[in-house]
């Protein structure tokens, strides 16, 4: 079984930064996507989570629009570590910032997530 443990977060001023990790339990290099998701307002269960950014095996990433050009996502395989480096903070991305790394067996997927690590824009 496979633990992930985020940490990082907390509270800054709008235009301030944070960087995210998430550490994994065991090796990284197997698993084929990594992502940051968060809370989608008023959402209070999994399915709600919006992606933030995610980067495949490869070093592949993709961002939510809203993020462009202000966040950055990263791994370190050697450190089974996942990150997510956050500039130019706004108001609007106060949320609990959830990891989630996935990988397929056979033709089966497994999904595994952190617990979360709130992150407050505010002044």
């Known amino acids: 079984q496979v633990q992930l443990v985020e940490s990082g977060g907390g509270l800054v001023q709008p235009g301030g930064s944070l960087r995210l990790s998430c550490a994994a339990s065991g090796t990284i290099s197997s698993f084929y996507t990594m992502a940051w998701y968060r809370q989608a307002p008023g959402g209070k269960q999994r399915e709600q989570r919006e992606?933030?950014?995610?980067?495949?095996?490869?070093?592949?990433?993709n961002y939510a629009d809203s993020v462009k050009g202000r966040f950055t996502i990263s791994k370190d395989n050697a450190k089974s570590t996942l990150y997510l480096q956050m500039n130019s903070l706004k108001p609007e991305d106060t949320d609990v910032y959830y990891c989630k790394m996935s990988k397929m067996q056979g033709t089966v997927w497994f999904h595994y997530w952190g617990q979360g690590t709130q992150v407050t824009v505010s002044s």
């Open positions: 992606l933030v950014a995610d980067i495949t095996s490869g070093g592949s990433t």
